[in-house]
Nanobody, 124 residues
């Protein structure tokens, strides 16, 4: 069992930056590949980024490439999402999730555990 708690959301002006954190409980964090997702009002949940259990592989949705960076610190059981050059369309609730580690593609994974989400609002 893995419990995930996101933090770091808030209100920021367009062009600004935020860093989201996701703290995981337990000693098995390094067994999981991790992902970030987001859900805007009235829209379906969207994949944002993912990182392998070693941190050696990362993938992003096209709309955030070059602006967002996913990273992790296995010693701290934490995954991060550094968001820069934020746009109003980035406004959403952001969720982190854990997927059993695998050498397969980080896209289209099944995620076993989810956090409760943190709100990010970007004003124009």
């Amino acid at each position: 069992q893995v419990q995930l708690v996101e933090s770091g959301g808030g209100l920021v002006q367009a062009g600004g930056s935020l860093r989201l954190s996701c703290a995981a409980s337990g000693r098995t964090f390094s067994r999981y590949d991790m992902g970030w997702f987001r859900q805007a009002p009235g829209k379906e949940r969207e994949f944002v980024a993912a990182i392998s259990w070693t941190g050696g592989r990362t993938v992003y949705v096209d709309s955030v490439k070059g602006r967002f960076t996913i990273s992790r610190d296995n010693a701290k059981n934490t995954v991060y999402l550094q968001m820069s050059s934020l746009k109003p369309e980035d406004t959403a609730v952001y969720y982190c999730a854990a997927s059993q580690k695998s050498p397969s593609s980080l896209y289209n994974r099944k995620y076993d555990y989810w956090g409760q989400g943190t709100q990010v609002t970007v004003s124009s």
